[in-house]
C-alpha cells in the first residue's frame, strides 16, 4: 500500500516520519514515496534469519572489524530512495546505536518473496550498486533454494549449493546456511 504525498519525500524527511510512526511496519521510500511492504511468509523469516546468522558467524570466525544486521535499518540509494535489506554486512566505523541508517554496506541480501521478486531483481539491483561500497548482493530464492550472487563489476553466478567466497570483506558462507535448513 503506497501513502499518498503530494511531493517526493527526503530520506531524512522519511526517517523522521518513520520513527515517529507509533507501530512498526516495515517500509521502504521509494521515489520519494512510502511503500508498505506486505506481510511475510513464514519460509521468508526463516531464510532471512539463516542468512542473517550464516553472515555473522562467518564475519566472527574472520575476525574482520565488520557487523552483519538483519533487516531494520535503511540503506539510502539516492535523494528520495532508502531500501531496507533484509541482511547486510557493513565494514569499519559503527554506526551510531540510534542511527537508522547504514551508510557502508559492503554485502547486501534480499530474500525474494512473490510481491518484492521484480523490484530484488531489477530496481534494488541497480541501486545498490550505485553505492561505492556495496561489493556484493545476494539474492536468496527461498522456493528454488538457490541464491543468485551479484558482484561488482562481475557475472551473476546461481548456486544452488557449495561454499560461497565474499571478498572483499574476506568472508567464507555456504549456500547451504544462508538458506538454512529446509
Known sequence: MNVALHRAMTVEEYLAWSEGQGERRRTEL????VVTMPAERVLHSR????????LRRAVEVAGLPCEALTDGPAVRIDEH?????????Y???KPAPDSMLIVNPVIVVEVLSPSTRHSDTSA??????KLPSVIHYLVL???ARTVTHHVRNGVPTLLNG???????????????DLLGPL
Request: charge should be negative; include cysteine; glycine fraction near 12%.
Open 81 to 89: 530512495t532508502a531500501y531496507e535489506p533484509d541482511a547486510l554486512v
Open 141 to 143: 530464492d527461498p522456493d
Open 30 to 33: 521509494i521515489n520519494g514515496q
Open 124 to 129: 534494488k539491483l541497480i541501486g545498490y550498486f
Open 47 to 54: 531464510v532471512k534469519g539463516s542468512a542473517f546468522l550464516a
Open 91 to 93: 565494514c569499519g566505523a
Open 162 to 176: 557449495g561454499p560461497l567466497r565474499l571478498h572483499p570483506p574476506g568472508i567464507d558462507v555456504t549456500v547451504e
